[in-house]
């Protein structure tokens, strides 16, 4: 049974910085890609950033560039989202997804999901 549990959401002040972590079980081998997306109320589901399995290269949205950083552990199968000088409209749920696709940002090509983390930046 695939299972990708999200973690470290939080409240934070402007400027401030939170650590997501995604833990993985029951991925089958053909799984290539992690990533993270989020969706604030009203609006659509936005791709973050992705790495591949073996980390040897990632994929961010430029929304979140030169602030956020995407990592692996492998050995523990966790998939983190460092994310640094958070800004309000950073406000949403962020999911974790798995996709056999290489680093791709569309939402479709994911095929599973974690149940979401709410993050919350006020000003």
Same mark, same amino acid.
């Given at each position: 049974q695939v299972q990708l549990v999200e973690s470290g959401g939080g409240s934070v002040q402007a400027g401030g910085s939170l650590r997501l972590s995604c833990a993985a079980s029951g991925l089958p081998s053909s799984v290539y890609t992690m990533g993270w997306f989020r969706q604030a109320p009203g /609006?659509?589901?936005?791709?973050? @950033?992705?790495?591949?399995?073996?980390?040897s290269a990632t994929k961010y949205a430029d929304s979140v560039k030169?602030?956020?950083?995407?990592?692996?552990?492998?050995?523990?199968?966790?998939?983190?989202?460092?994310?640094?000088?958070? /800004?309000?409209?950073?406000?949403? @749920?962020?999911?974790c997804a798995a996709s056999i696709k290489y680093l791709s940002a569309g939402y479709y090509d994911y095929d599973y999901w974690g149940q979401g983390t709410q993050v919350t930046v006020s000003s």
């Amino acid at each position: 049974q695939v299972q990708l549990v999200e973690s470290g959401g939080g409240s934070v002040q402007a400027g401030g910085s939170l650590r997501l972590s995604c833990a993985a079980s029951g991925l089958p081998s053909s799984v290539y890609t992690m990533g993270w997306f989020r969706q604030a109320p009203g /609006k659509e589901r936005e791709f973050v @950033a992705a790495i591949t399995w073996s980390a040897s290269a990632t994929k961010y949205a430029d929304s979140v560039k030169g602030r956020f950083t995407i990592s692996r552990d492998n050995a523990k199968n966790t998939a983190l989202l460092q994310m640094n000088s958070l /800004k309000p409209e950073d406000t949403a @749920a962020y999911f974790c997804a798995a996709s056999i696709k290489y680093l791709s940002a569309g939402y479709y090509d994911y095929d599973y999901w974690g149940q979401g983390t709410q993050v919350t930046v006020s000003s």
